[in-house]
């Protein structure tokens, strides 16, 4: 089932991407659940109170729960659509090769860094929690232990050295 989208809706699926860690996955869960038993019913309640006050057109109170519904149930699909189609990335041990899931430790420029790449629901650059879609992720995939990747950034070419996958 194809998500509703209203104009103002932004894409908070991810853009099609549904790689998504099983710790992620399980938040999801939780939170969906919390939605449809606890916080929908709430707001179906609160709807149906405002409505018994009559004319709508004039309800601002009916309007603002009626909209508060909406993004409920929004987010409801978004969520059911996510779990439905979920990829759920394998927890990594030390691996050969880079993969989504790895954590990768990597010199560029005199520095060290560690990324860690999952899908795009769960990027979190501060991190070092960077998507399998980004341009150092997708470079970086496949790629073994020693080897010199040649990204581009900012219209650069950067070299980055694999020194250890997690």
Same mark, same amino acid.
């Given at each position: 089932m194809q998500i509703p989208k209203r104009r103002y809706d932004k894409n908070d699926s991810g853009a099609g991407?549904?790689? +998504?860690?099983?710790?992620?996955?399980?938040?999801? @869960? !939780?939170? =969906?659940?919390?939605? &449809?038993?606890?916080? #929908?019913?709430?707001?179906?309640?609160?709807?149906?109170?405002?409505? @018994? =006050?009559?004319?709508?057109?004039?309800?601002?109170?009916? !309007? +603002?729960? @009626?909209? &508060?519904? #909406?993004?409920?149930?929004h987010r409801i699909l978004v969520l059911d659509d996510i779990l439905n189609n979920a990829i759920i990335i394998p927890e990594c041990g030390t691996g050969d090769c880079v993969q989504i899931g790895s954590k990768v430790t990597v010199k560029f420029n005199g520095r060290q860094k560690?990324?860690?790449?999952?899908?795009? !629901?769960?990027?979190?650059?501060?991190?070092?929690? +960077?998507?399998h879609l980004s341009p150092i992720g997708a470079a970086l995939i496949g790629h073994k232990k020693n080897d010199e990747v040649n990204i581009e950034i900012n219209n650069k070419p950067v070299k980055y050295q694999i020194i250890k996958i997690e």
């Open positions: 991407d549904y790689h +998504i860690s099983a710790n992620k996955a399980a938040e999801y @869960k !939780q939170e =969906l659940e919390r939605l &449809k038993k606890v916080i #929908r019913p709430r707001q179906s309640e609160e709807v149906a109170e405002h409505a @018994k =006050l009559g004319d709508f057109s004039e309800n601002a109170a009916y !309007q +603002i729960a @009626k909209g &508060k519904l #909406r993004g409920t149930n560690v990324f860690q790449i999952l899908g795009s !629901q769960e990027t979190n650059p501060a991190q070092g929690i +960077i998507s």
